[in-house]
């Protein structure tokens, strides 16, 4: 099943993940001991990571690395960035607002 970045997201230890890994490569067992959870719970976040496209693994000898997928980040990226536009716009019109209200009133 294809997810999309954003339910990657919409989870808090999906998010915790993604902190974890911003720094450098790690193992699942490495990442699980980060959490109060399973094994298995985390391993099914990674899964979910992978299939969004934000995680990718490599194999190093016997063990697996995960990675943060800098690349599709961007995607999350470039939708706050719009986010972030439209509300400095709004508050930007009600500074204007509140300046009209405040200024003293001509006769």
Known sequence: MRRDVFQAIADPTRRAI???????????????????STRQAVSKHLK???????????????????????????EIDKYLEQVKKIWERRFNQLDDVLKTLKSPHKK
């Open 18 to 36: 993604l902190l974890l890994l911003a720094s450098q490569a790690m193992t699942p067992n490495a990442i699980a001991e980060h959490f109060d």
């Open 48 to 74: 979910i990571l992978i299939e969004c496209e934000l995680l990718h693994s490599k194999q190093e000898g016997r063990e697996i690395f995960y990675e943060i997928e800098a690349k599709k980040l961007n």
